[in-house]
């Protein structure tokens, strides 16, 4: 069982960047796909990222590809998303979570952190 929490979520303006991590415990990470998932109030859970459990492949949705990386650290346990040229719509709590299978849905992953809030202001 992996138990992810993430952690560096915060305020930043327009254009700022910010650097998500998220630290799964349990010893089946380094064979655990991860994924980066974000929520606003009254919407939908959406898919954000998703990395392989090697490093590869990675899958960015189309809202954030070329502003957002997604990487992983084994040996640290580790999943981080680098966010860049961020913008008020990035606005919402973002989630890790873990997977045995390359997916962008929700249902694919089973194990869930507590999330962590980003507000870009405008």
């Known amino acids: 069982q992996v138990q992810p929490v993430e952690s560096g979520g915060g305020l930043v303006q327009t254009g700022g960047s910010l650097r998500l991590s998220c630290a799964a415990s349990?010893?089946?990470?380094?064979?655990?796909?991860m994924g980066w998932f974000r929520q606003t109030p009254g919407k939908e859970r959406e898919f954000v990222a998703v990395?392989?459990?090697?490093?590869?492949?990675?899958i960015y949705a189309d809202s954030v590809r070329g502003r957002f990386t997604i990487s992983r650290d084994n040996a640290k346990n580790t999943v981080y998303l680098q966010m860049n040229s961020l913008k008020p719509e990035d606005t919402a709590v973002y989630y890790c979570?873990?997977?045995?299978?390359?997916?962008?849905?929700?249902?694919?992953?089973?194990?869930w952190g507590q999330g962590t809030q980003v507000t870009v202001s405008s």
């Open positions: 990395i392989g459990w090697s490093g590869l492949p990675t």
């Open positions: 979570a873990t997977s045995r299978t390359i997916s962008t849905t929700r249902n694919a992953y089973a194990y």
């Open positions: 349990g010893r089946t990470f380094s064979r655990d796909v």
